[in-house]
């Protein structure tokens, strides 16, 4: 079974802080692939990282980063230097190969306050 | 502009009474998908498609149906809707395999039925 565990329910942070959010998975597979996707308060889904089972290099991407380590079934987003902008909630999601099915964790509602 | 197109975005109704949510995208993609979104459990999978003609359950079908007729369209029916699928409801797709493939998300149809 696959399940997407979002222990964080909300965050509050003050402008310029750094944040993490954190995503614990489980699957059996040995192939899978993990996606943080982040929804504005304007309701859209928006797509920001896909990550496989098989690469486990840290990845950038300007203020965001992520953290994909295996040994701990973790997937972490850490945005750098947060803004008002970044005010969101934001899902993890987990596929295992082979399965049709997108699994998403329960979300983390940040908010990022002036 | 490549886009996942959903209407109505809001719809208030009663209980029983048949309605569907139709979705479109223009990117000739295979994969299509619909979601549900409520607070406190994330995005829950109802039902996808992974081309014209094949249909699967999700984690969450009952009380749903759906058909693919053609390509671009993936309507979500509801025979006689109750109060408990009060949602947010997302229609996604993508080109292929959502594990290697971006899924590209609709803007999503607030659903209350009384």
């Known amino acids: 079974a696959q399940k997407v565990t979002q222990a964080q329910t909300e965050i509050s942070v003050v402008e310029k802080e750094d944040v993490t959010l954190d995503c614990v998975y489980e699957t059996r597979d040995t192939t899978y692939y993990l996606f943080w996707y982040k929804q504005p308060p304007s309701g859209e889904l928006v797509f920001l990282i896909r990550?496989?089972?098989?690469?486990?290099q840290n990845e950038i991407s300007g203020r965001y980063s992520w953290n994909f380590q295996k040994s701990t079934s973790s997937f972490n987003f850490t945005i750098t230097a947060s803004q008002v902008v970044d005010s969101a909630v934001y899902f993890c999601?987990?596929?295992?190969?082979?399965?049709?099915?997108?699994?998403f964790g329960k979300g983390t509602k940040l908010t990022v306050n002036p | 502009e490549a886009q996942v197109t959903q209407n109505p975005r809001y719809l208030i109704t009663v209980t029983g009474k048949k309605l569907t949510v139709t979705c479109s995208q223009n990117?000739?993609?295979?994969?299509m998908s619909w979601y549900r979104q409520d607070p406190g459990l994330g995005l829950r999978q109802i039902y996808y498609s992974m081309n014209v003609e094949v249909t699967d359950k999700g984690d969450v079908p009952e009380g749903y149906k759906v058909s693919r007729k053609e390509k671009r369209n993936f309507p979500l029916i509801l025979e006689s809707p109750s109060p408990n699928q009060t949602s947010l409801y997302f229609c996604a797709s993508s080109l292929g395999w959502v594990g290697t493939d971006t899924q590209y998300f609709g803007p999503g149809t607030r659903l209350t039925v009384l």
């Open positions: 990550r496989n089972s098989f690469d486990e």
């Open positions: 999601a987990l596929v295992s190969g082979g399965s049709e099915k997108l699994v």
């Open positions: 990117m000739n993609h295979e994969y």
